[in-house]
């Protein structure tokens, strides 16, 4: 039977394990702020644009935390595995969806996929079904409408 002490257990964990992922947040966010006017200093915007998206994103990730919402995923709300947080304790996309978000290419700031141009020297009728001539049917699809 499932006694409400094991209950009790559990959230005392939760709440620690919250805890000590808290003060991961707030270490990771002096870091961060850290970094941002250490790459303002130095005047790199690209450092910069770096540390103030990662506060911005510890930041946001505190604000769930005070709103309970704190490890779940923001796309789908499944839990984020413990494992995940402890590594990257802003983390905000469940397994499922980081991995659509990696295969997509990462969170897409400013790839936009260039359509590459046709490699050159690679003539088209090279590829074999290319070279297969239309059959005698070939037109019947097109032109039959009337
Ligand atoms: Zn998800």
């Known amino acids: 039977m499932a006694s409400l002490q094991t209950l009790m257990q559990d959230y005392d964990q939760h709440r620690a394990r919250l805890e000590e992922l808290r ?17 303002v200093t130095a005047g790199s915007a690209a450092l910069a644009g770096l540390a103030r998206r990662e506060s911005d994103a510890i930041e946001s990730a505190l604000a769930r935390m005070d709103r309970g919402l ?16 402890r590594r990257i304790p802003h983390e905000q996309l469940c397994l499922a969806c980081a ?24 003539p088209e009728r090279s590829r074999p079904e290319a070279a297969v001539p239309p059959g005698p049917g ?8 009337t």
């Open 23 to 39: 003060d991961l947040l707030e270490e990771r966010l002096a870091a961060a702020r850290a970094d941002l006017s250490a790459a």
């Open 70 to 85: 704190y490890g779940t995923c923001v796309r789908c709300g499944a839990f984020i595995p413990y494992g995940v947080l």
């Open 99 to 122: 991995g659509t978000r990696e295969r997509q290419g990462h969170s897409g700031a400013t790839e936009i996929p260039a359509p590459r141009p046709a490699p050159a020297g690679v």
């Open 138 to 145: 070939a037109g019947d699809e097109a032109g039959n409408g």
